[in-house]
Each structure stands twice: as C-alpha cells, then as structure tokens.
C-alpha cells in the first residue's frame, strides 16, 4: 500500500526567505509523485510532478522539488516566498500499476511581510 | 480548452436525504477521481472511473456511489445523508490513469 505523510501541517516564512515543505512517500514499487498546491474555495493546481528521468523537478511559480530514493522522500522548495504563495500544499503518490493517487494530509504555507 | 467543471457548486440537504453530484472531465480525459475534502479527514479517495468501469475504490460506505456515462461525464451519489457527510467533493480527471490529475472546483455539501 501507498502512504505519503507530509511533516508539518502548518508552516510560516518571511516574504522572501526560503520555502521548504517536506514530503516523505511510502510505496513497494516506484513511485510517482505529484505536489498540488490548493487557493480557498479553489481545487488543487499541478505544481510539479516525478515519474522517471531526472530527480530534481522543476515546476511552477519557482517551486522545484527532488526525488530522493535512499530518503523515501519529494521535498518542495522555492528560494524565496512570495505573499502570493500562501495556500495549502498537497504532495500525492500513485504508481504506473493501477493504485489510485493518495495524498498527503498537507500542509499550510503562510508568508508573512 | 475548458477545465474540469462540477456541478452545482454549493448544497444545502438535511440528514437522510440523498444527493447527486456531476462532473464534467476535459474533453478527451478519460478517467475520473472523486475525492472528499474536509478539515479533520483531509483529502480522502473515493472512486475513480475509468471506461465507465469502476476501477478503484476508496474506503467508504456503500452510501456514495458513482458512475460514469460514455462521454466520460462521471456522477457521485449520496443516499441517506449523515452530518458527518459534509465536505468539499472534488472531482478530477486525467487523460491516462497514472497521469496528472485536473482538479475541478468543487461541490461544497452542507448537510443540516
């Protein structure tokens, strides 16, 4: 079975200072993972996504992310926070067998001036 | 090209009612997740659609139920609505199973 567990549910930053949501990912076959970043009132947006190739991802909006087989883990950075970044960040992991996507509890990013 | 786009956007029932969410998908998307959203629970896998097959299931009771027609158009139901079925239901397609999902809106349920 397939778990993502997301440390910290709630993390705040100074607007320009560096973001950095962890992620760590449980799954017997490799994995794919996804981070989703969710507005209010909104559905969740692709920020980025690893299926194969290279390990470090390069998304949307600054945010950048590294697959790190040894670690089990997909962490999400960006070099410096924006006032527009706040919102609630999701990471997910399905496979390329058939497993529905699971995602992790997330975690709440507030920028602070 | 449009997004994901469910319908109605917000509910209001009262408990023992029953419910009928749809969603459209992206035009060519053929498979369809349904999640429920809420504070306590976070985001929590229902079913997901594939062909109008049925081809994952979630860890919920046989009161939410779906289905989805051949335009790839997919519907949740709901029968005997509980208190405790009050969430954000979001819908999400994808043009392969394994592929990124497309989140829509979302239906926000009260129930009363």
């Known amino acids: 079975a397939q778990s993502v567990t997301q440390l910290g549910s709630h993390v705040s930053v100074s607007e320009g200072a560096l973001v950095l949501l962890r992620c760590n990912y449980s799954?017997?076959?490799?994995?794919?993972l996804f981070w989703y970043v969710q507005y209010p009132n909104q559905g969740l947006q692709l920020l980025l996504k690893?299926?194969?190739?290279?390990?470090l991802v390069k998304g949307i909006n600054g945010f950048e992310a590294e697959f790190k087989k040894s670690e089990t883990s997909f962490h999400l950075t960006k070099p410096s926070a924006h006032m527009s970044d706040a919102a609630e960040y999701f990471c997910a992991v399905t496979n390329n067998y058939g497993q529905n996507f699971v995602f992790g509890p997330g975690t709440r990013l507030s920028v602070l001036p | 090209k449009a997004g994901v786009t469910q319908t109605p956007r917000y509910l209001i029932k009262t408990r023992g009612q029953q419910v009928t969410l749809s969603c459209s998908p992206i035009?060519?998307?053929?498979?369809v997740s349904w999640y429920q959203q809420t504070p306590g629970q976070g985001l929590q896998f229902l079913f997901e659609?594939?062909?109008?097959?049925?081809?994952n299931k979630g860890n919920f009771p046989g009161r939410f139920s779906g289905r989805q027609f051949s335009n790839s158009r997919s519907e949740m139901n709901v029968s005997t609505l509980e208190l405790g079925d009050s969430a954000l239901y979001l819908c999400?397609?994808?043009?392969?199973?394994?592929?990124?999902?497309?989140f829509g809106p979302g239906t926000r349920l009260t129930v009363l």
């Open positions: 659609y594939f062909s109008e097959t049925q081809r």
């Open positions: 690893y299926t194969t190739g290279a390990t």
């Open positions: 799954s017997s076959v490799p994995p794919y």
């Open positions: 035009s060519g998307h053929r498979s």
């Open positions: 999400a397609s994808s043009l392969v199973r394994t592929d990124e999902q497309f």
